[in-house]
T-cell receptor, first 117, second 116 residues
Framework: GENVEQHPSTLSVQEGDSAVIKCTYSDSASNYFPWYKQELGKGPQLIIDIRSNVGEKKDQRIAVTLNKTAKHFSLHITETQPEDSAVYFCAATRASYSGAGSYQLTFGKGTKLSVIP | GAVVSQHPSWVICKSGTSVKIECRSLDFQATTMFWYRQFPKQSLMLMATSNEGSKATYEQGVEKDKFLINHASLTLSTLTVTSAHPEDSSFYIC????????????FGPGTRLTVT
């Protein structure tokens, strides 16, 4: 089955600096890679995702890059703000564009991001 | 965006009793729902996958007779923890997707279960 490794487990940055979280996956058939933000006591919130036919995707201060050959993908947050402080999870799954497939997500172990004002 | 709710948000029950957690998709029809369990400072562990109108598929090591899952409609799935014990105390989270979503899963806010 799929195995997702996530690093670092904790990350502290000064407000305004950039933060980068990296994940690697093992199943070369995985083709969908979402990132979730989880605040304390809440459910995960989808913040950005990328599909295997794309190398990079950006949404305002957040970007994700994917290297299929190396089987790794990264989350980049620029101009960090205190409200970015949370636990971030990467995930991977093998999805079928025809609609079939279980879409079960395999999660990394999470990165606790602290943005220091 | 797609909204998933859970009820209750937290529950305390006595050992040996059963508790039901509801997961609802509010603005879309969820053809598939997932139930996760999360311990403090840990990642999400998939417990089971349920498709509307079908029996749930449980992950290895998850007792299907203890964690009863019902996905009777396209907007509602329930997880019943039967004969709860203190070790069942955890944060339970559901997620949902519909066939029209290419890949996205949307998560509920979670339910904190404490068994005393």
């Amino acid at each position: 089955g799929e195995n997702v490794e996530q690093h670092p487990s904790t990350l502290s940055v000064q407000e305004g600096d950039s933060a980068v979280i990296k994940c690697t996956y093992s199943d070369s058939a995985s083709n969908y890679f979402p990132w979730y933000k989880q605040e304390l006591g809440k459910g995960p919130q989808l913040i950005i995702d990328i599909r295997s036919n794309v190398g990079e995707k950006k949404d305002q201060r957040i970007a994700v890059t994917l290297n299929k050959t190396a089987k790794h993908f990264s989350l980049h947050i620029t101009e960090t703000q205190p409200e970015d402080s949370a636990v971030y999870f990467c995930a991977a799954t093998r999805a079928s564009y025809s609609g079939a497939g279980s879409y079960q997500l395999t999660f990394g172990k999470g990165t606790k991001l602290s943005v220091i004002p | 965006g797609a909204v998933v709710s859970q009820h209750p948000s937290w529950v305390i029950c006595k050992s040996g009793t059963s508790v039901k957690i509801e997961c609802r998709s509010l603005d879309f029809q969820a053809t598939t729902m997932f139930w996760y369990r999360q311990f403090p400072k840990q990642s999400l562990m998939l417990m089971a996958t349920s498709n509307e109108g079908s029996k749930a598929t449980y992950e290895q090591g998850v007792e299907k007779d203890k964690f009863l899952i019902n996905h009777a409609s396209l907007t509602l799935s329930t997880l019943t923890v039967t004969s709860a014990h203190p070790e069942d105390s955890s944060f339970y989270i559901c997620s949902a997707r519909w066939a029209g979503m290419r890949n996205e899963q949307y998560f509920g806010p979670g339910t904190r279960l404490t068994v005393t």
